[in-house]
């Protein structure tokens, strides 16, 4: 083989080298933007499980599993309509000031989540609507309401699992039984739809019998899940 030959050839195979380690380097970058964004996925779904499973905590006051959710940070935050609640002690204050009761009802659901989580894939913030009934207990009764606002809470991953850092509520309405947002004199009272004479296709079964939620109860559904945290 001639010298210009081998030359030609050499160079040949030098410039498809050079293509194909540039389309490698193209591929690898690709196939990372998308490993990124399957993260990104993956977090925000992660989140929106710790917020819901916060609301079905919330519905009778399990204190301890909600304070569990939180960082150990000391920059952890609450903040209510009657204030702001500093650290894990602070949130503590809060969520275990209120003792088991019956006829204590916070069921609150966690709608409409916007999770946008940092370049970094180590911080998050979200916003949801809260919507819900509640129940109560005073020194002579129970007061009853029914509240909508909205949630502005920030995240933060430790040890890969997502925690609350901060959650933030604010009412749009919290109206009382026997009074409405709606001016005197525009609220029309429906009658129950439940005195139809509605023909369910199979009879009730004996699990409210057996697992008895309906308010007055501080039993809840059992969890399909372990706490996201201590795994209980």
Known sequence: MKSAELETKVK???????????????????????????????????????????????????????????????????EMSVGKFLGKEGIKNFYLA??????????????????????????AKGRWFGYGFEAMPVEKGVYA?????????????????????????????????GECWVKPGRLIIKPNPWIMPYKPDVPKTTYDEKYPIRYPSSRTLPFHYKHPITGK
């Not at 609150?108 to 970094?120: E, K, Y």
């Not at 029914?146 to 609350?164: A, D, H, Q, R, T």
């Not at 933030?168 to 919290?174: A, Q, Y």
Request: aromatic share 10%; glycine share 4%; hydrophobic share 40%.
């Open 12 to 78: 040949t195979l030098a410039e498809t080298i050079e293509k194909l380690d540039a389309k490698l380097k193209t591929q690898t970058e690709i196939l990372e933007k998308l490993d990124a964004r399957l993260q990104t996925a993956e977090d925000i779904e992660e989140i929106k499980k710790l917020q819901r499973k916060y609301g079905f905590y919330l519905t009778h006051w399990m204190g301890q599993e909600i304070v569990d959710l939180f960082s150990d940070s000391p920059d952890v935050s609450l």
């Open 145 to 177: 309401q029914s509240p909508l606002g909205i949630y502005e809470n920030e995240y933060v991953k430790e040890g890969w699992k997502w925690k609350f850092k901060r959650i933030m509520w604010s009412h749009l309405i919290l109206c009382a039984f």
């Open 98 to 123: 209120r003792k088991p009761n019956p006829e204590l009802l916070s069921a609150i659901m966690q709608l409409s989540g916007v999770v946008d989580v940092d370049s970094d894939g180590k911080m």
